[in-house]
Structure formats: C-alpha cells, structure tokens
C-alpha cells in the first residue's frame, strides 16, 4: 500500500507517492514563492488534496512530512525560521482537515535526512549514524540505536551551534559558531573577507562582486588554484574535520553521511575531513566510522518523510 | 528483594547490597594496591563470593558492575585503560563462575553514573541527561530518551577527546583536546606552564615543587586571588562552558550534572559555567537546560550499578 511523503523546503514544496519498497510512483514540486504563514499551510493542504485524488484506485492511509525547522511531536506544530509566520505553527491539524481518517507524521528535515539514508541510502543496515546537513545552514540528523534523536523537547542535532573556536565572537551570535564559519554562507562570507584583506590578491575572485561571492564560486576558483579559495577551503577542512570528530567521539557512529548544498562540491574533500578527524577523535571510535557523502542529495528529506509514513502506518 | 553492585575504580573496588528503594544494606570497600590483570578479576570474584556469603537468607538474583572503562556487552569483556592487562578482559565469566544462576550486567563507568543520578541522584524523572564526569580523565554518560547511549561499538560518549581549540596541537595526542586542558591533570599542567612562564609570579603555587602542582592547589590558591589560579581557572570555565553548549546543542538534555574529583571544588563556578555556555549553545535549548552537581559524589557509580542489576533483574 502507498504512502504520501511531503517535503516542506524554504523555497519549494515536494510532494509524492511512494511505494512500500521505495520507489517514487507519482511526485510533483510547486515553488513556495512569497507564501508566509497560513499561505504555505494552504498550499501543502492543497497539494495533499489533489495527491489523494489521483491515488482513487489505492486509497492512502500514511502522510509523513518533513519540515525545514522542528517539529514539536506533542503539539502537532512546527516552528520554521525561514517561513514567516510559522513560529509554532498547527501544520498536524491543518493537514487532518484535508485527509480525515489518514496517519499523518511530521519530523524535522535533519531526521528525515538520516531516517532517508538508513532506508534507501547510504547508511543502510546502520543502527547509530549521523547525516550532517550543510547547505546555508547546518544541522545534524542524529540515529541512535535505531531511533532518531530529538532531546528532551525536540531540538537535538542544532549541530550548527557547536563552539570549535574559542574565544567567542559576536558574529557566531545569530547562528553559532561552526555554522557562521563553515556553512554555505559561512564559506562566503570568509572568502569575501580574505578578498578584501588581501591587497595584493588578483585570483579569480576578485572578478565577482566581493558582496556576491557564493560557496560555489569558491569551490570553482579553488579548482583553478586560487590562493583565496585554497585558504578558505583550508578553514572549513579543519573545521568539518573538528565536527565530524567530536560526533564520532561522543556518538561512536557506523556512518557519518555528509549532505546538503554544500557536498555536493566538497564531497571530493571527504578524504581530508576524514584525515582531520583522525587527529582530533577518539582514536578506536574514529577507525569504527565511514564517512560518505549522501545517496539520496535532494531528495533524502522527501524519503525520511515516506520512511515516517510507513513506520507510522506499521505502528497502528 | 536486594541485589549487589560492584563499583571498579582505578585504585579501589567497592561491593555493596542495595534494597529496590535505593538504600544501601551492606558496603565493603578494599584497595587495588598493585593488583593487576588477572588478580583484579579475582579480587572481584573474591569480594563477589564473600558478599554472597552474607546473604544467605535473601538469596541475591542479581549483579550489577561498573567498570573504569569500556564494557563490550555482546563479548562480556572489559577494556580498561588503567588496570594493566584488561585490554579485553573476560570479566562476565569470572563474575558468572563465583555467581551462577545469577544475572551479571556490566557497563562503563559513566553509564553508570548518568544512571545513578536518574535513579537516586539530581537526575530523578529525566529522560534525556548527561553526567560530565570531570577528574584525571573525562568522560560523558550519556541518556537519552530514557536509555544510555552506548554507540556502535560501546564507546559513545568520549568527550574527553571533544575538539574546541583549534589548530591541533600535539599535547591532544594523548587524552583529547578537552581532557589536555580541562580535566584534573590538565588543570595541574596549565598552572605548572604559567608558573614557569611567568618570571615575576609571587603567589602561592610558588611554594609547590612546580612538578607537583595539582588541581586541589590550584583552587585553593583561587581562594587567595592567587593570579596564575585565576587564569587557569577563567580558561576552564570557558572550556567547560562550551563543552556544556555542545552537549546542550547536540542532546537538548533537561539536566547535566556535573560530577568526578573535579566537581568537588569546581561546583562554586556552575553559575559562571552557565554563563559562557549561553553564549554558545542553540538559544532555546540552553533555556531547557539545568546544570547541577551530582548527588552521589563518588557512590554514584555504586548507584548505577545497582540500578543496572534492578533493571536487569525485572528483564528476566
């Protein structure tokens, strides 16, 4: 029997039919556009709507969602910085409306991630893994023991926040310290600094308007041996190194799997991350664990959600 | 019906008989003195045999141990780092050859302190807690929801290695970043460095044979405004603070308790380590959180022993 899985980004929204052994039978995707608020519960009410409808010859009685931000499990709400107005917001009860008599569970993107990975990915067969999630921001989806871990009031794995760096800054403020420095915007703002700094630099970077560099223009001049981009790339080696160690040391994972926008390009640094690490964890812990980059890219959130769809459908 | 738990340090081992409610009926402790390999085991055995012994008319079902180390539970083995010779010692059977038809459950020592706080300690009703056992090492033990974290390979929770002070340097090698710099030896190193370093010093520590120094001086000379004490003691509690903030990041835990030889005299400075982990832990869950002493001080392990054999013993 198929299930719904329903995939809220900060800029679109996916939505699909899944079967039990996870294959993508129906999908379609619709751009968020400026919708805030209660216009994004009404298009993903709508959207669930119209998915039902196709699905007449079997009917569906699963929904998972995965959330850019955190699912409060108790209260059926959600909070999710990047859609305005969605500080705690009822998404369980606004989806119910639409499909009456239909399981619907919710969880965060971050355990969607890992939950999608342990499924149909990379860390298949894993009990204790972690998916590190780095696009403009970063966040951790933490397995262990077989169950996603969410804290005592569902916030675990805000990785993002982890102090790697001391002393405090001011600019770690508004989204910690490993995420102002090592995330995709993290990554940006370093390079335009180093730009500025360097006086005498002339590399590829300096063609780009120094408020516009993107991560993915460093990932491409560090391929024509750009003295900034090299530098930069340094930084982050050492600090992704720092991360993944400090997750080996406490969660002695199978798996680390890295995600997000940012590997993607940086996925051929996964070896260096690797070699980092070593340095800095616990020395029998860090031969235990692999690092690999995710099997499902975009779509890891959209397979969490079916794999919550159908654990929940198990459950009852 | 009551139940032993066998309490292993580096130096002593402790046997106790604790009722279900908690209470302790019987304690025996003796010292290691040089003991080592193998005459640790039948020390145990010895003690176990003799504490059985006492019991004649309340027939014990069950044993609970805490080891200074790694329990492998599939194996029944123990690696511990400080006894000589227990790289991967068959503990269970020798407990199990003294004790048969008697449940023997083993776990590491901060397993068993998180557990001794939850059931007895500062952690009653958590579900999600850390115990930061701070003394010559450092360790974490870990729960959450509701169950320890033992990792893959049962060794989560190794915080002595966390990374927070970059770049790597070579005095990490060792024990860990964090255990080098802000454990009970690496207080003791710092203040020995800056007594040698600082040619005008004066204060108190100045009477220690520098090789000497160690960390209950240091705090004494803190009480005399001592001016090297001060320094390494502001350095830990920045430290310790974003220790705190990762735990509080990664686990979003209700309580972490702070414990071992060090915490002790570093209890006065809870309220300081709050303060530097708020400014960089994720916003909400540090809210969540509340940091305490332990309850038990060095029984603690005891305690989580004993939970280990209730528990063990209403498996069964």
New interface residues.
């Given amino acids: 029997m198929p299930v719904i899985a329903i995939d809220l980004g900060g800029t679109k929204l996916a939505t699909a039919v899944f079967s039990e052994e996870g294959n993508i039978l129906y999908e379609e995707k619709v751009a968020l556009e400026n919708r805030k608020g209660s216009e994004v519960g009404a298009l993903i009410a709508q959207q669930t709507k119209k998915i039902l409808a196709t699905q007449k010859e079997h009917p569906i009685t699963s929904i998972g969602v995965s959330v850019p931000g955190i699912s409060y499990q108790q209260k059926g709400t959600v909070w999710a910085p990047n859609i305005p107005g969605w500080e705690d917001y009822p998404l369980l009860n606004e989806i119910s409306v639409v499909a009456p008599n239909i399981q619907v569970m919710i969880d965060s993107d971050r355990a969607c991630y890992i939950l999608g990975e342990v499924w149909q990915g990379n860390a298949k067969g894993?009990?204790?893994a972690v998916f590190l999630a780095m696009g403009t921001g970063i966040g951790?989806g933490?397995l262990?023991?077989g169950?996603v871990?969410?804290?005592?009031?569902?916030?675990?794995?805000?990785?993002?926040?982890?102090?790697?760096?001391?002393?405090?800054h001011e600019k770690?403020t508004s989204c910690?310290?490993f995420e102002s420095r090592a995330s995709g915007d993290g990554i940006a703002k370093l390079a335009r600094e180093l730009v500025e700094k360097t006086e005498s630099y002339d590399g590829t970077l300096k063609d780009v308007e120094p408020g516009k560099i993107n991560a993915l223009d460093i990932f491409g001049a560090y391929e024509q041996n750009d003295v900034v981009a090299k530098e930069v790339i340094r930084q982050c080696i050492?600090?992704w190194g720092?991360?993944v160690?400090?997750l080996v040391?406490?969660?002695?994972?199978?798996k680390i799997i890295l995600g997000g926008g940012v590997f993607g390009p940086a996925i051929k640094f996964i070896p260096d991350i690797y070699k980092?690490a070593a340095?800095?964890?616990?020395p029998?812990?860090i031969k235990?664990v692999i690092l690999e980059p995710s099997a499902l890219g975009y779509c890891a959130g959209l397979y969490g959600a079916a794999w919550l769809a159908l654990q929940n459908k198990k459950a009852t």
Same sequence: chains 1, 2.
């Fill in positions: 894993c009990t204790d951790a933490l262990v023991n169950s871990l969410r804290g005592a009031h569902d916030i675990a794995g805000a990785i993002g926040w982890m102090a790697l760096e001391k002393p405090y770690f910690g310290c050492e600090l720092m991360a160690a400090n040391s406490l969660f002695n994972p199978q980092e340095k800095w964890a616990q029998v812990s235990q």
